[in-house]
Structure formats: structure tokens, C-alpha cells
């Protein structure tokens, strides 16, 4: 009977809060009877705050979509900015003889680290090779002495 009484008091509360007329609005135990005219009223309120909640969303969805492509095009700005200013150093340097050399040089640089970045993978495949034979060895002298114990 408690519960009852609270949610009859919660919807006079709600009534009291839309400014509806007590004349025109009948509680019963389990229903509310209304007017014509008062749920039209109602339901014109009801989408008055949805449109007005919906536009808030639709603009805070908004500023957030905006504010990471701005982020974004700032980050390909300072980018864009680095490329620039290294090509601009690039072309300033392109003629001098010190830089030709160091671009002759380069390459040959990068290819004695290849070799022996080469020679230590040999090397390497060279121990795991003596590595495997003699795990094999060791495994098939087991076999063997299985097979004697077995036939004993």
C-alpha cells in the first residue's frame, strides 16, 4: 500500500512539475485519466526536450569528430613542416663535395655490416647443424639400446 501511495504521489509531482491543471487530470488506483487535448500537450513537451537533447548530442558529437581531424591535420602539419625543412637542408647541401663523398661512401658502408651480419648467421647455422647431428647421434645409440634391452 506504501508503494502505492509513493508512485501516486511521484506522478502529482511529475503533473505539478509539466503545469498541468488538477481539472483537467483524474488519478485512479492504476491509471490516469486525461482530457483531449492534455496528451497531445504532452507528447508536443516531450518532443520539444528530445529535439533540444538531440541537438546538444548531435553538436557535442560534432565538436568531438572536429577536434580529432584537427589534431590529426596538426600532426600531418608538423610533418609536412619536417619534410620541408629537410628537403630545403637537402638542397643546400646537394652540391657540396663532402656530401658526394659521404654518398659514395654509404653504400659500401652498409654493405660490409651485411657481410658480417652474413658470416655470423653462418656461423651460427654451422653450430646449430653440429648441434643437430650430435642430439641425433645420441638419440639413435638410446634407440639401439632400447632395442637391446627389449629383445633381453
Known sequence: M???FLSLQAVEELFQLLDLE????VMGRSQVF???????RLEKQREKMISQNMILFQAA???FLCRQKFKKTKIQMV???????????????????????????????????DE???R???????TLSTKLNKSEKSRNELRQNVDLLESK
Open 2 to 4: 506504501l508503494n502505492v
Open 22 to 25: 488538477k481539472k483537467s487530470i
Open 34 to 40: 486525461m482530457k483531449s487535448g492534455v496528451l497531445s
Open 61 to 63: 558529437c560534432r565538436g
Open 79 to 113: 610533418a609536412l613542416k619536417c619534410i620541408q625543412k629537410n628537403i630545403r637542408k637537402y638542397y643546400c647541401i646537394q652540391d657540396w663535395l663532402w656530401w658526394q663523398l659521404m654518398c659514395h661512401i654509404r653504400p659500401s658502408l652498409s654493405v660490409h655490416v
Open 116 to 118: 658480417s651480419k652474413f
Open 120 to 126: 655470423e648467421k653462418v656461423e651460427e647455422i654451422i
